[in-house]
């Protein structure tokens, strides 16, 4: 129980990065986590009743959208937290192509193939255990991020490689957070949903299940996070 209110504190506190929806209802919630941008300036490029979650980790899309990726996955599209997610993808053996990644200067998705990334700068990683990776349209805002942040400026191919040889470390990481995400998403599961004998295949399916039923309340963020990977590992 101890653990439970620490958690949910914590949730709390970063639940008050979001401003509050102004009186007409135009102004969507506007965080101020860097990964984060407003609901209305994210792209959402795949489809389907999971579309504002990442399919490999279940992430909230809009949250970490800096980061996104997009890819035709065995020919269907999908948008990924990030390209440690990308890189899940083609290592579980499916087509990937036509890769798409956000350009930081517009928030419009660009081929990643001609984006400059930024790779180890002062801002968070996403999913990746270190080193992030931020893409641009040209190599000039590439170059301006990397002064204002740190970072060296590659392009696509020599930051994949980067993820590529992390990705294992990177997931030993991955899974020891969601382990204990899990164990919190257990104890919020018993204080505030209603029992869900539904299986599910992936965080992203729990967490839309959850939405769209109103299972557990009101529940956003960290702790829809935390219970859809508990869903997923009982």
Do not use: W
């Not at 969507?28 to 979650?53: H, S, T, W």
């Not at 899940?88 to 990334?117: H, P, Q, R, W």
């Not at 470390?169 to 919190?184: F, G, I, L, V, Y």
């Amino acid at each position: 129980m101890k653990f439970l209110k620490v958690f949910l504190a914590i949730v709390f506190l970063s639940g008050m990065a979001f401003a509050k929806m102004d009186n007409n209802g135009s102004g969507l919630k506007m965080p101020k986590n860097y990964r984060a941008v407003p609901l209305a300036k994210a792209e959402i490029l795949q489809d389907g009743k999971e579309k504002m979650f990442c399919p490999k980790c279940g992430m909230t899309l809009p949250m970490f959208y800096r980061t996104n990726h997009a890819a035709k996955v065995d020919g269907k599209m999908q948008q990924f937290c990030s390209m440690y997610c990308l890189v899940e993808a083609m290592n579980d053996g499916a087509k990937v192509e036509d890769i798409k990644v956000v350009d930081n200067s517009t928030l419009k998705f660009i081929d990643a193939n001609k984006a400059y990334y930024v790779v180890g700068s002062s801002k968070p990683a996403t999913m990746a255990k270190k080193v992030s990776k931020y893409a641009f349209g040209t190599k000039e805002a590439a170059q301006d991020f990397a002064k204002k942040f740190g970072g060296k400026v590659m392009s696509f191919d020599e930051a994949l490689a980067i993820a590529k040889k992390d990705f294992k470390s990177d997931t030993e990481a991955k899974n020891m957070r969601q382990a204990k995400m899990a164990k919190m998403g257990k104890m919020i599961y018993n204080k505030k949903c209603q029992k869900i004998d539904q299986k599910f295949k992936t965080a992203a399916e729990a967490k839309a299940y959850i939405k769209a039923n109103n299972v557990c309340g009101k529940i956003r963020g960290k702790a829809l996070q935390a219970v859809g990977l508990y869903l997923i590992s009982k």
